[in-house]
């Protein structure tokens, strides 16, 4: 692409950095803000840089927060003894929006994965065994994606924490609900039929 | 959605604004951008205010341009009597990528769309027929989208230049290069019959 500008050129740059964002979208996103009043590139960039700058991650969970201690590990209706272990912070805030876990989080930053380089040191997984090893913890929900990278960290951080008396779980895999049996493929079909759930409770009000 | 963080809201608020970024997209920006090095936010910022408030349009075309006139319009070996009309830099850029064309454009700035309420007084058509009224014009090529919006553009355009001695003419519209015949819609396949090409030029090396 030949840009007639270089200012625009080097916007068009940088906004294709971010990931699923190409050339063709920067340009459209470029062309977009020139369009509107100044104003809302100024927000725009003010919050970009505030966030970037000031943003702290949680001391205790390690979860995105504006203070040194967020807002779920600080709340003393929690349960502080129950910790529910997730990949990144998108999964809290789907898992919040249930509104169902009344415990706290542990948030690794990501799963163990050699492919990308990614070891168990590059993860928040120490502070988590640490927890477990002063007694803080009495059961650890784990909630990491069904993939063989999630499954490598289950069983990975599932190692170091199995000696210690605690209870261990991961969250139940089977078909969706609102989901057609025919559409399921066979490995969670069969799961959720080993781990079928007595009738009565199955259809309990959440 | 609730966030751990008003700094990310605010951020994913803003980001989302954009046409086509949704409020998930968005988040996936920011995290990605949390856990990048800050300096990737800086040159990030930094591009984005600086074209916003540096960028300029030719005063001549109204293309984007680093200068008070373009690199075109101020390029002698262009052909200053051949105006291409368009919608926007985007087809500015399409357009030189076919190296074809040795005049020069006329960047309308959108289209006519009553039902976006853009009439003909938003965007720069006046100064084109200036152009044709002093004389400074020999040839107008009206590259427009083919749509209702597009040729409402094209009539306006042409209805206000046609008693002057110029030539007028919009690109072809007919089966794209490259694509089966029975794929193509009634409409196009019936304009390139009707402005079917002698065989001997069609095959012209360009």
Same mark, same amino acid.
């Given at each position: 692409?030949? !840009?007639?500008? +270089?200012?625009?050129? $080097?916007?068009?740059?940088?906004?294709?950095? *971010?990931?699923?964002?190409? +050339?063709?979208? =920067?340009?459209?996103?470029?062309?977009?803000?020139? $369009?509107?009043?100044?104003?809302?590139?100024?927000?725009?960039?003010?919050?970009? /840089?505030?966030?970037?700058? %000031?943003?702290? &991650?949680?001391?205790?969970?390690?979860?995105?927060?504006?203070?040194?201690?967020?807002?779920?590990?600080?709340?003393?209706?929690?349960?502080? @003894? /129950?910790?529910?272990?997730?990949? %990144?912070?998108?999964?809290?805030? =789907?898992?919040?929006? /249930?509104?169902? !876990? $009344?415990?706290?989080?542990?948030? *690794?930053?990501? +799963?163990?994965?050699?492919?990308?380089?990614?070891?168990?040191? @590059?993860?928040?997984? @120490?502070? *988590?065994? %640490?927890?477990?090893?002063?007694?803080?913890?009495?059961?650890?929900? &784990? =909630?990491?994606?069904?993939?063989?990278?999630?499954?490598?960290?289950? !069983?990975?951080?599932? +190692?170091?924490?199995? %000696? &210690?008396?605690?209870? /261990?779980?991961?969250? =139940?895999?089977?078909?969706?609900?609102?989901?057609?049996?025919?559409?399921?493929?066979?490995?969670?079909?069969?799961?959720? *039929?080993?781990?079928?759930?007595? &009738?009565?409770?199955? !259809?309990?009000?959440?």
């Amino acid at each position: 692409m030949e !840009f007639p500008s +270089k200012l625009l050129e $080097k916007a068009v740059d940088e906004i294709s950095q *971010l990931p699923g964002i190409g +050339k063709r979208t =920067a340009l459209r996103l470029m062309l977009h803000l020139l $369009k509107q009043p100044e104003d809302q590139t100024n927000r725009l960039t003010e919050a970009l /840089t505030k966030m970037r700058q %000031d943003i702290i &991650f949680c001391k205790s969970c390690h979860n995105i927060s504006d203070k040194e201690i967020c807002d779920i590990c600080s709340n003393p209706a929690r349960d502080h @003894q /129950t910790i529910c272990v997730v990949e %990144d912070i998108r999964d809290v805030m =789907a898992l919040e929006n /249930t509104r169902l !876990f $009344k415990g706290i989080y542990h948030v *690794l930053g990501g +799963k163990i994965s050699p492919i990308d380089g990614i070891g168990p040191s @590059q993860l928040n997984i @120490q502070s *988590l065994i %640490d927890k477990v090893k002063k007694g803080e913890v009495k059961e650890i929900i &784990f =909630a990491l994606s069904s993939t063989m990278e999630g499954d490598t960290t289950n !069983f990975y951080i599932y +190692k170091h924490v199995k %000696d &210690f008396e605690i209870i /261990t779980s991961t969250i =139940a895999r089977g078909i969706s609900v609102g989901d057609e049996l025919e559409y399921a493929d066979e490995v969670t079909l069969g799961r959720s *039929l080993i781990h079928r759930v007595p &009738f009565e409770s199955a !259809f309990k009000a959440v």
